[in-house]
């Protein structure tokens, strides 16, 4: 008995309840489909995130000042004013694996120019920011060591707020003011696209001493945070450790006692969101199986249906000789086929899906062999399982008892 | 008591017990019998005599609560289900009252089925398959579903699935009681032709006397035992009894086609 003529008999008997097989396969059809699609998501998030870490610069580290951890008492991040200059200047200098180190402050601030306004977070930094964030000008240039000694009313715009002050004209050189204070156009950015929903172009950079000396209210020498690139992303572990030796050095912190800073590595950030995204394509993924199971539980009803059906079909097979076995390889074999050309329309179904979500958002478009392979062997898998069921009740029928059946 | 190699079925105290619930039904009851290879037999009995146990035992569907059966001398009394399956596949060819075709398949395709499952190649099937039909006085009907036969067609196409394997017996239950005369008695002249010229054994399992009296023996089953086994002396001739029946019952197969298509 070979496995093609139970094949041939198992698409015949298929094919003659067209409507039927059809609506069962409809259950695992959709059942993969879903599958395939969320999966499919789920790994294009996953690599939009990627992609969007890469570009912020995966050799990035910050320290903020203070210490989530310090006692089990949150103090929150920045809540001292721990952080020096000097400190900066000691970590780019003493850190073989730095390449280059600068204070990063904030501000929010309203900018003008002419009858135009547009609200901005300023970062105050030091000369190297272009070479930290891996983010030239594209315009103009980008202010000096001397510009950042001086604290000189100078400012590179993102290209998002040279659009909106500026339009289409050419901004270097202009004079706009922020917070009625006038400050020259240097330069404008590079265009970086949006970071998680947020616009990165929409920013503004001025010298961190500016902002110290002009735009804080009371003025102190804190620098807020630093910004730290690392001379690779491979070296990213080894700078962290380094800085936070460096700096419990210089802060005279006793072995024992928490650090009174936070080195915050983006590689560590893009793991957490990687893992986010993973954990939401596992959420998706087992939901969309459950229809999946839903859709095998519609076979097994129906193979059961047949069974009744066909048991005097299973009676004369049996006399003739059919063994049991091949009765049960016969109904299984229906159900696996069934599942199985549920599980390919499916796959069409649910890539179709996935390739329009991801045209759409403009994500990577991802149908991985890995999701295909899951969903052929769930269908196969669904096919076995709930067809073992009806194919044992098949083969476990009396021969007597089945030919008399009406 | 010993088996000759001429002996096809040999049945030794066969004893065949229904347990439902508390009451025991004692269907056969140390029954013994004997028969030679190319015999025709005619069981016999009233309902509830224990005849269709007894075709159930000799057809391998079902197995004696004590005692020993031995089909071409192996003994197939204690056997499971997948060898009983082989047997029946190998030695027995069943034809039955009511046809027992797969519906919706080909004449030619439920004629291969016995030879699917003895793992027979498609293109020996096919040969195999037409030159069964052939015998039966079907070739023309080859791709004709179930129902576009008449009931006398039908079972022609049940004993050419029977024969198709060369079984060692044909058994047959009530072959002529969902037939007319006529056809029942064309079905007869199939059975002694072959019983004849190829010196089948034939068993038929039957009520009616008619039909008993084709067979050269008959054999009588009362009360789980057999009441009498005896040689018909005035056996009847199928091809003869055709020859007498009236003319006009020679086209009942197109009328019963005719009525199947009106209703």
Same mark, same amino acid.
């Given at each position: 008995?070979?496995?093609w003529?139970?094949?041939?008999?198992?698409?015949?008997a298929?094919?003659?309840n067209?409507?039927?097989?059809?609506l069962?396969?409809?259950?695992?059809?959709?059942?993969?489909? %879903?599958?395939?699609?969320?999966v499919?998501?789920?790994?294009?998030?996953?690599s939009m995130i990627?992609?969007?870490?890469? &570009?912020?610069?995966?050799n990035?580290l910050?320290?903020?000042?203070?210490?989530v951890? %310090?006692?089990g008492?949150s103090?929150g991040?920045?809540?001292?004013?721990?952080l020096?200059?000097?400190?900066?200047v000691?970590?780019e200098?003493?850190?073989?694996t730095?390449?280059?180190?600068?204070p990063?402050l904030r501000?929010?601030a309203?900018?003008?120019?002419g009858?135009q306004?547009?609200n901005?977070?300023l970062?105050g930094?030091?000369e190297k920011?272009?070479?930290?964030?891996?983010?030239?000008?594209?315009?103009?240039a980008?202010? *000096?060591?001397a510009?950042v000694?001086?604290a000189?009313?100078v400012?590179v715009?993102?290209?998002?707020?040279a659009?909106?002050?500026? =339009?289409?004209?050419d901004p270097v050189g202009?004079?706009i003011r922020v917070r009625?204070?006038?400050f020259?156009?240097? $330069?404008?950015l590079?265009t970086k696209?949006s970071t998680f929903g947020?616009?990165q172009?929409d920013?503004?950079v001025?010298?961190?001493?500016?902002?110290q000396?002009k735009l804080?209210a009371?003025?102190?020498?804190s620098?807020g945070?630093?910004?730290?690139?690392?001379v690779s992303?491979?070296?990213?572990t080894?700078?962290?450790?380094?800085?936070e030796?460096?700096l419990?050095?210089?802060?005279?912190?006793?072995?024992?006692?928490?650090?009174?800073?936070?080195?915050?590595?983006?590689?560590?950030?893009?793991?957490?969101?990687?893992?986010?995204?993973?954990?939401?394509?596992l959420?998706l993924? &087992?939901?969309?199986?459950?229809?999946?199971?839903?859709? =095998?539980i519609?076979?097994m009803?129906?193979?059961?249906?047949s069974?009744?059906?066909r *048991?005097?079909?299973i009676g004369?097979?049996?006399?003739?000789g059919?063994?049991?076995s091949?009765i049960?390889?016969q109904?299984?074999t229906?159900?696996v086929?069934l599942?199985?050309?549920? $599980?390919?329309?499916g796959?069409i179904?649910?890539g179709?899906? %996935?390739?329009a979500?991801?045209?759409?958002?403009k994500?990577p478009?991802?149908?991985?062999?890995?999701?295909v392979?899951?969903?052929?062997?769930f269908?196969?898998g669904i =096919?076995?399982?709930?067809g073992?069921y009806? !194919?044992?009740?098949a !083969?476990?029928l009396d021969?007597?008892?089945?030919l008399?059946y009406? | 008591?010993?088996?000759?190699s001429?002996?096809?079925?040999?049945?030794e105290?066969?004893?065949?017990?229904y347990?439902?619930?508390d009451?025991?039904?004692?269907?056969l009851?140390?029954l013994?019998l004997?028969?030679? +290879?190319g015999?025709?037999?005619a069981?016999?009995?009233?309902?509830?005599s224990?005849?269709?146990?007894?075709?159930?035992?000799?057809?391998? /569907?079902d197995?004696? *609560?004590?005692?020993k059966?031995?089909l071409e001398?192996v003994d197939?009394?204690?056997? =499971? @289900?997948?060898?009983?399956?082989?047997?029946?596949n190998?030695h027995?060819?069943?034809v039955f009252q009511?046809?027992n075709l797969?519906?919706r398949?080909?004449? /030619?395709?439920?004629v291969?089925?016995?030879?699917?499952y003895?793992g027979?190649?498609g293109?020996e099937?096919h +040969?195999?398959?037409r030159?069964?039909?052939?015998?039966?006085?079907?070739?023309?009907?080859?791709?004709?579903m179930?129902?576009q036969?008449s009931?006398?067609q039908?079972?022609?196409?049940?004993?050419a699935?029977a024969?198709?394997n060369?079984p060692s017996i044909i058994l047959?239950?009530e072959?002529?009681g969902?037939?007319?005369?006529?056809t029942?008695?064309e079905?007869?002249e199939?059975f002694?032709?072959?019983?004849?010229?190829?010196?089948l054994t034939?068993?038929?399992?039957t009520?009616?006397?008619?039909?008993?009296l084709?067979a050269?023996?008959?054999?009588?089953?009362?009360?789980? @035992?057999?009441?009498?086994d005896?040689?018909?002396?005035?056996?009847?001739?199928?091809?003869e009894v055709?020859?007498?029946?009236?003319?006009?019952?020679?086209?009942l197969?197109?009328?019963?086609?005719?009525e199947?298509?009106l209703?």
């Amino acid at each position: 008995m070979n496995l093609w003529a139970i094949l041939k008999i198992a698409i015949r008997a298929l094919t003659r309840n067209k409507m039927r097989s059809a609506l069962t396969m409809l259950g695992i059809i959709i059942g993969v489909g %879903a599958v395939i699609a969320m999966v499919s998501i789920g790994q294009g998030a996953q690599s939009m995130i990627q992609t969007q870490i890469n &570009s912020m610069g995966s050799n990035m580290l910050f320290v903020v000042p203070g210490n989530v951890r %310090a006692n089990g008492v949150s103090q929150g991040l920045g809540a001292a004013a721990t952080l020096t200059e000097d400190d900066v200047v000691a970590i780019e200098r003493e850190v073989p694996t730095v390449l280059a180190a600068s204070p990063s402050l904030r501000a929010s601030a309203q900018l003008v120019f002419g009858n135009q306004n547009w609200n901005v977070q300023l970062v105050g930094a030091n000369e190297k920011f272009p070479k930290i964030r891996n983010w030239p000008t594209v315009n103009g240039a980008f202010y *000096t060591a001397a510009d950042v000694r001086g604290a000189e009313r100078v400012i590179v715009l993102g290209h998002t707020v040279a659009e909106k002050l500026f =339009g289409t004209a050419d901004p270097v050189g202009e004079s706009i003011r922020v917070r009625n204070l006038s400050f020259r156009v240097i $330069g404008v950015l590079e265009t970086k696209g949006s970071t998680f929903g947020q616009d990165q172009d929409d920013t503004a950079v001025v010298p961190f001493t500016t902002v110290q000396k002009k735009l804080q209210a009371r003025g102190t020498n804190s620098v807020g945070q630093a910004m730290i690139s690392a001379v690779s992303p491979d070296a990213t572990t080894l700078v962290q450790q380094q800085v936070e030796d460096l700096l419990r050095q210089r802060h005279r912190i006793v072995e024992g006692e928490p650090d009174d800073f936070t080195v915050r590595n983006l590689a560590d950030v893009a793991a957490a969101g990687v893992q986010l995204t993973t954990i939401m394509t596992l959420l998706l993924g &087992s939901i969309a199986g459950i229809s999946l199971i839903v859709g =095998g539980i519609g076979i097994m009803n129906i193979m059961l249906v047949s069974v009744t059906e066909r *048991t005097r079909e299973i009676g004369i097979r049996m006399a003739v000789g059919a063994r049991p076995s091949y009765i049960r390889l016969q109904f299984l074999t229906e159900s696996v086929v069934l599942s199985l050309a549920g $599980g390919a329309l499916g796959m069409i179904g649910g890539g179709g899906a %996935a390739a329009a979500i991801a045209w759409y958002l403009k994500w990577p478009s991802l149908v991985s062999g890995l999701a295909v392979a899951i969903a052929f062997g769930f269908s196969t898998g669904i =096919g076995i399982f709930f067809g073992y069921y009806p !194919a044992h009740k098949a !083969a476990a029928l009396d021969p007597i008892e089945a030919l008399r059946y009406e | 008591m010993e088996g000759s190699s001429e002996d096809v079925i040999r049945i030794e105290r066969v004893s065949k017990v229904y347990q439902t619930g508390d009451i025991h039904v004692n269907a056969l009851r140390s029954l013994s019998l004997t028969i030679r +290879r190319g015999e025709f037999v005619a069981i016999m009995g009233p309902s509830g005599s224990g005849k269709s146990t007894l075709m159930n035992i000799i057809g391998c /569907l079902d197995r004696p *609560t004590r005692g020993k059966y031995y089909l071409e001398n192996v003994d197939v009394s204690t056997m =499971g @289900k997948a060898q009983l399956a082989d047997v029946r596949n190998k030695h027995v060819g069943f034809v039955f009252q009511s046809f027992n075709l797969v519906t919706r398949t080909s004449a /030619l395709e439920n004629v291969e089925l016995p030879m699917l499952y003895a793992g027979v190649s498609g293109a020996e099937r096919h +040969r195999r398959a037409r030159e069964a039909l052939a015998t039966v006085g079907l070739s023309d009907r080859e791709r004709n579903m179930p129902s576009q036969l008449s009931g006398g067609q039908q079972q022609r196409v049940a004993l050419a699935r029977a024969l198709v394997n060369n079984p060692s017996i044909i058994l047959a239950d009530e072959p002529t009681g969902a037939l007319d005369t006529r056809t029942s008695v064309e079905m007869m002249e199939i059975f002694q032709r072959l019983n004849h010229e190829r010196k089948l054994t034939v068993i038929i399992v039957t009520h009616e006397l008619d039909i008993s009296l084709y067979a050269e023996r008959v054999i009588q089953v009362r009360d789980g @035992k057999i009441a009498s086994d005896e040689h018909v002396s005035n056996r009847y001739v199928a091809s003869e009894v055709l020859e007498r029946l009236p003319v006009y019952a020679a086209d009942l197969d197109e009328t019963e086609e005719t009525e199947k298509e009106l209703s």
